[in-house]
């Protein structure tokens, strides 16, 4: 049967190199030569001080006093080295073995073999070699002890005053070395066989604590862990963002009590504990209040969760925080994209019954000569025209394809859009006014372009009073952006304060019959095309303001095929 091996490697063992499996037998070997130092100063104190006989030996002769002080002295040494040397780690043990075996033979020869009780110091070198040596190397060591006790038995009844039990006597104590040496081996390979577990148990769990240190740093929700009076264990960058604190802000060791951002969340911790612990988890939403200045937490509308470890005797506590406008923001990307797939559809569908109108159109033009017929059916096949362009446009852009980014006058364009729009709805010119600073040049899909413009007109005049100058349309250049913008106006009574949030809604409409695309369309068409279509207000050079819509074109070009389509990916609100 094989005998168990040691902890520390054959690579260690001669090499020495320092590293993670190597720190274990320095650290070993280091207290193995710090317990030899002490034991030799016990043995220079008992036998040169006092002349006393420690641990009943007998025998104590002026060699024993020199040979303990010499032990002292070697022992200092090799402890040194053990702990500033960490340089050939076997040449090392075995000195200090070699010299525990020299020393305590000196001792037990010269104190009067082994019935002066000096061998039981041979159990220091055999407990060092079991922790620092393998099997085989132990057991020699014990060999030689054994051996240098036989000798000096063996010798000793050669004289005529020994004991005839002296023989038997030092037989039972190498018998016993060697069963003390056999369990020492057992022990120190079983307790090297724990200190492997326990360290890779420990590599393990330091790993995984990383890995769940980098999981919650990148984590989207914020993640706090308190205790019970909501001192700050551990946090994530997220959190301290929701509790509009700096990223880079310090919050482990703070009470959520003593942060004027965390009060009502804190408030609410308190309160779930209070109401019983032993629950697994309990949610609680921090919803915004009217005075969001004084706190950012109420401001940014968090949604909280508390939850335990389902051990008891663990008293720390996870703070789930979540920001309710993201989960807004998500369950509307969600909407808007089956939105868009279904306006898809139904754009595709309304191909072929439009090439059917447009054809009814144009024979009915060609076979009447009455003037009135012809004009209409004019009309019917401009308005087809323009009705497939807008097919056209969202299947195009339901495809991801990039714009043209026609480069146009925007004045001049604007005009002759018009022209068209007055005429198709029989409305005075006087209706709208114009003011256009010249030669102002953009890059924007004239389709989309068109579709725009119509819908904020359309809008503007369902608005409108009706009378001269009731639509107002400004060209002009953006004074602090120093790029063209167009404003539409009306003499209306304005978009009420608590729906403009949703006024780029899909199928969001004040009134019964809209379908409520028609400005979520045209917002869309400008962020495909690098615009900006807001509802805003304009200082008007005597001091007053005017509400309307505005429209900031971008300063580049049109965007190319990176941009996508807002039937696929639609940007956050």
């Known amino acids: 049967m094989n005998a168990p091996e040691s902890a520390i490697s054959t690579d260690v063992l001669f ?26 100063a016990a043995l220079v104190f008992a036998s040169a001080a006092f002349g006393a006989r420690p641990l009943g030996v007998s025998g104590v002769t002026g060699s024993t006093v020199v040979a303990s002080l010499a032990y002292f002295a070697f022992a200092a040494i090799f402890a040194g080295l053990s702990l500033y040397l960490h340089r050939r780690f076997l040449a090392q043990v075995i000195g200090q073995l070699v010299l525990d075996l020299v020393v305590i033979t000196v001792l037990v020869i010269s104190s009067g073999g082994v019935a002066s009780g000096w061998v039981i110091l041979f159990l220091l070198p055999l407990a060092g070699a079991s922790i620092l040596l393998p099997s085989t190397l132990v057991f020699f060591v014990c060999a030689i002890a054994v051996l240098a006790i036989l000798v000096d038995a063996g010798l000793r009844t050669l004289s005529a005053d ?73 946090n994530n960058r997220a959190a301290r963002r929701m509790l509009g604190l700096e990223a880079s802000a310090q919050l482990t060791g703070i009470r959520l009590t003593s942060l004027p951002a965390a009060t009502e969340l804190a408030q609410a911790f308190m309160r779930w504990v209070d109401a019983g612990r ?48 993201d989960v807004e923001d998500r369950a509307q990307q969600l909407k808007l994209a ?10 595709h569908e309304i191909r072929n019954p439009l090439a059917a109108i447009s054809h009814a159109g144009q024979l009915m033009g060609e076979d009447s000569s009455d003037p009135l017929l012809k004009r209409l059916a004019g009309i019917v096949r401009e308005n ?11 299947l195009r852009v339901a495809r991801r394809e990039p714009p043209l980014g026609d480069e146009i006058d925007i004045s001049e364009f604007v005009q002759l859009f018009l022209s068209e729009f007055l005429r198709d709805r029989a409305l005075v010119p006087a209706t709208i006014q114009i003011e256009a600073e010249p030669d102002l040049r953009v890059k924007f899909e004239q389709s989309h372009l068109r579709q725009v413009l119509y ?71 400008c962020v495909t095309n690098r615009a900006e279509l807001s509802y805003s207000t304009r200082r008007e050079f005597d001091g007053s303001s005017r509400d309307g819509f505005l429209l900031r074109f971008g300063r580049g070009a049109a965007v190319g095929n990176e941009q996508q389509g807002f039937l696929d990916t639609l940007p956050i609100r």
């Open 15 to 40: 090499d020495g190199e320092s590293g993670v499996d190597a720190e274990t037998p320095w650290r070993a070997l280091e207290y193995f030569a710090s317990t030899r130092v002490i034991v030799a």
């Open 162 to 234: 020994a004991s005839d039990s002296l023989l038997f006597q030092a037989g039972v104590y190498g018998a016993a070395l060697f069963a003390v040496t056999a369990l020492l081996r057992a022990l120190s390979a079983r307790l090297a066989s724990q200190e492997r577990l326990a360290r890779s148990r420990g590599r393990d769990l330091q790993n995984q604590l990383a890995i769940n240190r980098l999981v919650i740093a990148q984590m989207q929700q914020g993640v706090i862990v308190v205790d019970p009076t909501t001192q700050v264990r551990a």
């Open 278 to 325: 032993s629950e697994g988890a309990w949610s609680n939403t921090v919803m915004a209040g009217a005075d969001a200045a004084t706190s950012p937490l109420m401001e940014s509308r968090m949604r909280a969760r508390f939850a335990r470890p389902n051990s008891s005797s663990v008293e720390e506590f996870v703070i789930f925080i979540e920001d309710v406008r």
């Open 338 to 347: 089956a939105m868009g797939r279904l306006t898809a559809s139904i754009a």
């Open 384 to 394: 087809t025209l323009r009705l497939n362009r807008l097919v056209e446009d969202v």
């Open 455 to 525: 819908n904020l007109v359309d809008n503007a005049l369902r608005y409108a009073s009706g009378g001269p100058k009731s639509v107002r349309l400004v060209i002009e250049r953006a004074p602090e952006q120093d790029r063209p913008q167009l404003w539409v106006f009306d003499d209306g009574s304005g978009v009420p304060a608590d729906t403009r949030a949703a006024l780029f809604e899909p199928f969001f409409t004040t009134r019964s019959q809209g379908t409520g695309l028609g400005l979520y369309l045209a917002r869309e068409f």
